[in-house]
């Protein structure tokens, strides 16, 4: 269960928006989003599909045009271009994984500490491989050749390679088989255990409500309802929209 401390993540943000706003295709798709992630925390960002999840997490790494306030560990996000959020230690695993299909497992994960410099570089494979230890046994294998699951734990572990304090989830059960997204999300745990705060956006709100100390509601580009994850998981009203209970 969730620890403690997290409970006073709003006081102590690692990172935290004010008046977000992003644009997509000339429209406005998130109107003022304040948000608020405290180090150590899974915090899930939940709702229907096309509510504005994963443009948010695209508007925090720096990918979309934005507006508004984004600060991350004291530093000011909102100028900064998408490398530069990558080198200050936040990292985003995008919708639908963006392997490179052709190039090897192990080439993919190297890919991932392309802006690491120095003898320790790879040091994370250490960790991508206690994780996911199926990825190590298929080291030369191409990623197109994996299947679903593997395809996500390699896109998590390219993200891990960067070593980042904040690891962002854009759908990370998406076209997995029940038993692989229990794996995947036993994974999460662990990275959290490890130290590596989570902002997760996903659609299975029951199973990312089981591993969120809090989550955030988002409709129509806008937070509907925050709260503690066990309150958003007994509120009725989301019983009913998202969980047909």
């Known amino acids: 269960m969730p620890i403690s401390e997290t409970a006073i993540a709003a006081d102590r943000p690692l990172l935290s928006t004010r008046h977000l706003r992003a644009y997509y295709r000339g429209l ?26 994963s443009t948010l997490l695209r508007a925090i790494a720096g990918q979309v045009a934005r507006s ?22 936040i990292a985003l695993v995008p919708e639908g994984r963006r392997l490179f299909p052709r190039l090897s497992v192990e080439d993919n994960l190297r890919l991932g500490a ?7 570089r790879f040091r994370p494979l250490e960790l991508v491989f206690e994780l996911f230890p199926r990825l190590q046994e298929r080291l030369t294998q191409r990623a197109e050749l994996l299947s679903g699951g593997e395809q996500q734990m390699l896109a998590i572990g390219r993200a891990l390679m960067t070593s980042p304090r904040l690891l962002m ?49 988002v409709q129509t580009g806008r937070i ?3 709260g ?18």
């Open 28 to 53: 406005v798709a998130l109107h003022g989003i304040d948000l608020a992630v405290g180090a150590g925390e899974i915090v899930a960002v939940v709702g229907a599909n096309g509510a504005g999840k």
């Open 224 to 226: 509907v309802l925050q």
């Open 114 to 120: 392309y802006a690491r410099r120095g003898p320790e």
């Open 68 to 89: 508004g306030e984004i600060m991350f560990n004291g530093i000011a996000l909102a100028n900064l271009p998408a490398y530069r959020i990558c080198r200050l230690g």
């Open 228 to 245: 503690s994850a066990r309150e958003i998981a007994e509120n009725a009203e989301v019983r009913r929209a998202y969980l047909g209970m």
């Open 169 to 217: 989830l854009d759908e990370p059960s998406q076209g997995l088989m029940p038993r692989l997204v229990d794996d995947i999300f036993a994974a999460i745990t662990q990275i959290r255990a490890r130290g590596v705060t989570v902002l997760i956006v996903e659609q299975r709100l029951a199973e990312a409500l089981a591993i969120a100390d809090r989550a955030y509601v």
